[in-house]
């Protein structure tokens, strides 16, 4: 059974920073074969693909130069480092995993995702 935990998250004010860790388990085939990343979902709006990492690395425009994604494959983790955190940026943020070559502008999307964490919420105050 595969299990995607997501740590990290909290509540910060606006220009602060914060750190998102997801860890994997029972995945059938080593940790580097799947690539990963991260969507988020505000209240009342669709989910949206953030960043995620695999042969390439793909950031929304909305994130780039704030957000930086890594990943430790021998820990079997993916991290997502956030500075210069805005309002807009407060959601709940979902780690998830998925084939081999979906990360990327065209396909970062949640329907690409085979498994997903629980959620951790990110709030940012003004």
């Not at 860790?21 to 009342?44: E, K």
């Given at each position: 059974?595969?299990?995607?935990?997501?740590?990290?998250?909290?509540?910060?004010?606006?220009?602060?920073?914060?750190?998102?860790?997801?860890?994997?388990?029972g995945l059938r085939l080593?940790?580097?074969?799947?690539?990963?990343?991260?969507?988020?979902?505000?209240?009342?709006?669709?989910?949206?693909?953030?960043?995620?990492?695999?042969?390439?690395?793909?950031?929304?425009?909305?994130?780039?130069?704030?957000?930086?994604?890594?990943?430790?494959?021998?820990?079997?983790?993916?991290?997502?480092?956030?500075?210069?955190?805005?309002?807009?940026?407060?959601?709940?943020?979902?780690?998830?995993?998925?084939?081999?070559?979906?990360?990327?502008?065209?396909?970062?999307?949640?329907?690409?995702?085979?498994?997903?964490?629980?959620?951790?919420?990110?709030?940012?105050?003004?």
């Amino acid at each position: 059974q595969v299990q995607v935990v997501e740590s990290g998250g909290g509540s910060v004010q606006a220009g602060g920073s914060l750190s998102l860790s997801c860890t994997v388990s029972g995945l059938r085939l080593s940790f580097y074969n799947y690539d990963m990343g991260w969507f988020r979902q505000a209240p009342g709006k669709e989910r949206e693909g953030v960043s995620c990492i695999g042969g390439p690395t793909y950031y929304a425009d909305s994130v780039k130069e704030r957000f930086t994604i890594s990943r430790d494959n021998a820990k079997n983790t993916l991290y997502l480092e956030m500075n210069s955190l805005k309002p807009e940026d407060t959601a709940m943020y979902y780690c998830a995993v998925t084939q081999y070559g979906y990360c990327s502008a065209s396909w970062w999307f949640p329907s690409a995702a085979n498994y997903w964490g629980q959620g951790t919420q990110v709030t940012v105050s003004s």
